[in-house]
């Protein structure tokens, strides 16, 4: 059992950076991937970025460029660094992972067994 607790949501102007941070209970086995998601208001939750054990990362392409995902070399905290933030990156985000052994499925949010409780990102024009 894997627990997640997110943090570092926040009210932010456009053009500015935030850092989310996603901290799990237990250290997460190398096999697990620990990925990013958000969810705005009205619209299906999207993927954003994760991490394999490998140290493969893989970006969604609204935010490739912009943001960069990290992650500790004790596997408990896995960062989301969100840099040039416009109105359209506004959503929970949400930290999940699982033991998930294809790149391809990185993108699906129903391979990820555990979920955080999100954090509110907002960014104002």
């Known amino acids: 059992q894997v627990q997640l607790q997110e943090s570092g949501g926040g009210l932010v102007q456009a053009g500015n950076s935030l850092r989310l941070t996603c901290s799990a209970s237990?250290?997460?086995?190398?096999?697990?991937?620990v990925a990013w998601f958000r969810q705005a208001p009205g619209k299906e939750r999207e993927f954003v970025a994760a991490?394999?054990?490998?140290?493969?990362?893989y970006y969604g392409n609204s935010v490739r460029g912009r943001f960069t995902i990290s992650r500790d070399s004790a596997k408990t905290t896995v960062w989301l660094q969100m840099n040039s933030l416009n109105p359209e990156d506004t959503a929970v985000y949400y930290c999940?992972?699982?033991?998930?052994?294809?790149?391809?499925?990185?993108?699906?949010?129903?391979?990820?067994?555990?979920w955080g409780q999100g954090t509110q990102v907002t960014v104002s024009s």
């Open positions: 999940a992972t699982g033991a998930i052994y294809r790149i391809s499925e990185y993108t699906s949010a129903p391979k990820y067994v555990y």
């Open positions: 237990v250290q997460t086995p190398s096999a697990y991937v």
């Open positions: 991490t394999g054990g490998a140290g493969h990362v």
